[in-house]
């Protein structure tokens, strides 16, 4: 995925183009609550790639006293688009600027793909992180799981720092909160495992909220409901909030792009992702 910096801006970039290992991967065994959590997320693509939102951005800029210097408020269309096969995985994150949304040219903190945090937990990644369950508690009524997520070096990363024209791949930690009965996951935070100063990244902290889908036609999976990223250097500090409401279905009937799918790893296909040039017709609304 590629970004259009806004001037003099630093670009945080979730990558979204990932290629899997060159060897498979064994599956975890059936039954734990990894292999719960993978299923949920191999779900959670297949189903949000049949999905439009409206995704809302503030961006801040804070003075140092901790006060807001500047601040700008976006307003897009978003959806999200899939391509998979045994071999590979490529997601791509569309973010179109509402009509009449107010857009000013000033140097923010740009950050995309966020909500999609939990790739961390997807069978294409697994490898890339070490992960050690914790105690398990009651949080509103249901029992979740804390599941700390630890990025290990050298291996593909799935976010990078784009600044001056280079990415610098992030080494991220960080824990999932899991519903230890479904596997879906409620909330996830991270932060920096690495010292990243020698390029001008003195901290950051991402947190996302998920949030148990309404769409009659949409069940069992939990959305993007925010998405915060906090982004400090030796001069500066920036705050990123996204939200996404107004989730919509959109109709399937029309001819759909066979080149863009999810499947299983026996490949056997699960969704088409990309539907046909033809304006969507919203069924539902969340």
Known sequence: MRIRPEPRAAVLIFLL???AAATAQSAP???TLLDRV????IAFFAKMSDLTCTENVVQEKFRPDGHVQTSAQSKFDYLIMVQSSPDDFVLNESRIEAPGAPHKPLPLLVTNGFSMLL???HPYYRQSFRLDPGVASFVDGRMLMPVHFTHIPGTRSPAALALRGREYPLDLQGTAWIDQQSGQIAKMEATLA????DVGLRSLHIQVDYKPSTLASVTGIELPDRAVIDLETPRQ???NTHTFTDYKSFSTAAQQATTVKVVTKDGKQIDDATPAKETPSPKEQH
Not at 194 to 197: A, P
């Open 237 to 239: 500090h920036w705050r």
């Open 29 to 31: 065994l059936p039954g």
């Open 119 to 121: 790739l961390v937990f």
């Open 17 to 19: 183009t990932l290629v």
């Open 38 to 41: 993978q299923r949920q997320v």
């Open 194 to 197: 690495g010292d990243m100063s």
